[in-house]
């Protein structure tokens, strides 16, 4: 409907939503949200082929946010 050709997924360290609400423990939380990222990206993919789905996770770091490209542990 839109035109789009490029979604952009991006998620933060330290959500509170995945520790507080989800009961996500700290230190399983980047794991938790890396398979989260992919499967939403996985849906999109299905439901809109064609489309590029980046995923991200922005991590505060010296003072600014970073943007780290999440990547396929696979070849």
């Known amino acids: 409907m ?5 979604l952009i997924l991006i998620a933060h360290a330290g959500c509170a939503f ?5 009961k996500t423990r700290p230190e399983e939380l980047e794991a938790r949200q890396t398979e989260d990222l992919f499967k939403a990206a996985a849906r999109l ?5 064609g489309l590029a789905v980046e ?11 970073r943007f780290e490209p999440v990547r396929s542990a696979g070849p």
């Open 55 to 65: 995923m991200y996770l922005a991590r505060r770091s010296a003072g600014e946010i």
């Open 45 to 49: 993919r299905l439901a809109h082929p």
């Open 2 to 6: 839109h035109g789009l050709e490029r």
């Open 18 to 22: 995945y520790l507080d609400a989800l």
